[in-house]
Every structure is written in structure tokens, then in C-alpha cells.
């Protein structure tokens, strides 16, 4: 077992690759009373066309299917998982991202059988046709929630904008029409290509001892059989930024519109180095900061003008396959709340904001945000989870914070702003 020691953040994780492929970080917490699981595959609802284990040729699966598969997990045969956290006295959940789907339980006793429990049961798939088809009533209710939800519509407007032909631009829980597509024969083929334990980690937090808990998890594992693993082929559409619809609105029954300006990033021009992709994502979220935090005077100007309200704000996005980031708001000036947005990014290399006093505080306050939050089992599993890059963990991010120059913030302009690659989505009260 790999130990590791941070010690700017006081931390000491352990980790093992198992003979099976399966990934396993334990990071004890003395003093802490709970302690948190976590169990993810790096497969989300981006990945829709691969190839099946033992297969040779590509083929492509309905839309949301993963969400879906996330969701059958719980139902066996023998009844619903969570019952049988709620008699251990866990509580226990799931969620599906983009490009992962996690699986976890909170507790503050009987860890040992909680985390037993949470192998057995995402490694033990049940589908039958029967449970299939009573699914997708449950999920199309969920997927007719988010359909009403403004900020959701918005973001997804944006994203249809600057990726419409990746699959991202697809809602993760899908359509009414694309689950009602999806069989247990689907489930099951998506289920033995991506819940392979080499595709899969497991994050566990909490008054945890490491010798004892790896003992646990490597005899559940040894006790089980997996099919050979092979690397896992899937297929994406060919990026461009030609292919971005520079403008489109929506109607929704809303008090106020609403109006957004997202920029696309080619994934071919990010660093391939994984220490300079972390300090290039750490950079452009000061860089996001310095010209449009709540600090900022843009911010302030345009909230004095009328043109945001304190429901602005932005998301950095870089993941496997897309970068992009978004910013916007509620407005009753939509349109010169985007031109305004987009004037100050395209303005960057002259903007006043940028400068050493300011990003020696934004660094000053990530960082005490990031000590912060430590505090909080549940941000660490998953955050640690969301912030692999190669054998850079999350507690590595205090170094490459401080490490953050004016030079790193000016390239990361250059490399992200650019006006060919932007676009704009506006939502209207309907009738307007």
C-alpha cells in the first residue's frame, strides 16, 4: 500500500491498485465521527458510442442510459439497497455526471459492513425487463422536473450552442423518447464495459484504519470474478469551433430573462503535461475572478448599471473531451449584459484588474477557501474524485495555487478567450 504524506494540508493518503484494476484511496480522518464512501466509474452521459468488452465493432446506446444504469443499481432481486443502508445506519445516493457515476454512503457506525455493502451491490448488476420498463415512468417524471427549471434550460441552451454535435450538449438523464429506447440487454452491455473494477475508485474518508479497511476491501475483491479488462474505446465527434451557433433564445414562463456567454476551448490545445492542465484549469478560475468576481470593479460597474444582479455568476468547465466556460444571469438588459461580459473578457490584456495586489488576495482567498473546506468529508471524496490529474490529487492544489503567476493568468487568456469561439443564449418571459 502507496503513503503518501501532504503535509501543507496535515493529511496522509493511502492507495493501491488491486489485482483486479480497481483503484482504492483512504484517507483517515482521527477525530471525525463519520465516515464517507465513495465508489465511481469513470463513465458518464457523454459516453454513448464505444465499443462493448469483447466486441470489435462501435455501437451506440440511447441517450441517458447511463443516469439510467445508475439508477437500476439499487433494485436486486432480493429487494431495494437502500433499505439495507437505512438498517445499518447509513444514508446512501448516487449521481451521474457528464463523465463519471458515483456511488456512495455517509455513516458513523458499522463502516466495515456499509463498505461491503457499497462493493457488493454496484458490482453485482440485476436488470430485468419487467423493473426496465418501470423505470423509465419514475425518470421521465424526474427528466419533465428539469425541463421546467430555467437555470437548467439555460445552461443546457449554452452548451447546445457551443457543442452541438458532441454529445455533451445532451441532457444527462436524456429524453423521454431515447430512455423508453433502452432495454436490460443495454444496461447490461454498458454495465460490463464501464463497471469493469480497472475502469473504477474507491474514495474512503472518515475515522477509517487504513491497514484494516484495505485488508476489508482487498479480501470482498479477491472473492470475486471479472472478465479480462481491455482499454476502453469510445468515440467522439471531431471538434471544431466552425460548428458553434453563435446566438439563440428561448421562452419559458419566467419573471425575468435571463441572458448567458459561454466560450468553447478545443481540448487539442489544453496542456498535455497533467501538473500544467491543473495549474492551467487553478489559473483560469482567477482569471474569472479577477475580471468578474463580486471583488471585481467590472462587477461592481455593471451591477451599479443595472446590468446583473446578484444572480451573476460563472462556471469553469474542463473535463475528459470539452473545456468551456459560462457566465450570466437574471437581467432585464439580457443582450448588454452578454456584450458587456464579452467586452470586458476580449478586453482582458488591458483590463486594470489584472494585476499582482489583486491576484496575491484571490489566491489568498481560494486558499482559505480550499483549508475551509476540509472541514467537509463529502468535499473531499468529491472533489478528489473530480480533480484527478495523473498522480496529482486534490491536496496538491495548495502548491499549484501559490505557484499561479501573472504570466500563468495572461496565457490562459490567450489560450481561452477568443471572440470566434464564443456564443450567446437568452432566455425571455414568454411572449416577449
Partial sequence: MMKKVYEMVNETLYSEILPNGLTVYLLPKPGFHKTYGLFTTDYGSIDNRFIPLGEEEFITVPDGIAHFLEHKMFEKETGDVFQDFGKQGASANAFTSFTKTSYLFSATDNIDLNVTTLLDFVQ??????ESVNKEKGIIGQE?????????WRQF??????????????????????????????????????FYHPSNMKLFVVGNIDPDNMMTLIKENQAGKKFATPQPIKREFPAE?????????????????????LGI???TAD????NKELLRFKTAASLLWQLLLGTTSKNYLRLYDEGVIDDTFGYEFNLDRTFCFADFGGDSDKPAE????VKEILLDYGEDEEINEANLSLLKKRMLGKFFQSLNSLEYIANQFNQNLFGELTLFDLPQIIQSITLEDIYTCGQRLINADAMSEFFMYPKGE
Fill in 124 to 129: 453485482a448488476p440485476y436488470f430485468t425487463a
Fill in 143 to 151: 427528466i419533465q422536473m428539469y425541463q421546467d427549471d430555467p437555470n
Fill in 156 to 193: 443546457f441552451g449554452i452548451i447546445n450552442n457551443l457543442y452541438p454535435e458532441h454529445p455533451l450538449h445532451i441532457d444527462i438523464a436524456g429524453t423521454v423518447e431515447s430512455i423508453a429506447e433502452i432495454t436490460a440487454e443495454d444496461l447490461y452491455t454498458c454495465y460490463n464495459t
Fill in 240 to 260: 471544431t469551433l466552425t460548428d458553434i451557433k453563435k446566438v439563440d433564445r428561448l421562452e419559458m414562463p419566467v419573471a425575468r430573462a435571463k441572458g448567458i
Fill in 264 to 266: 468553447k476551448m478545443l
Fill in 270 to 273: 489544453l496542456p498535455t503535461d
Fill in 337 to 340: 449584459l452578454t456584450k458587456a
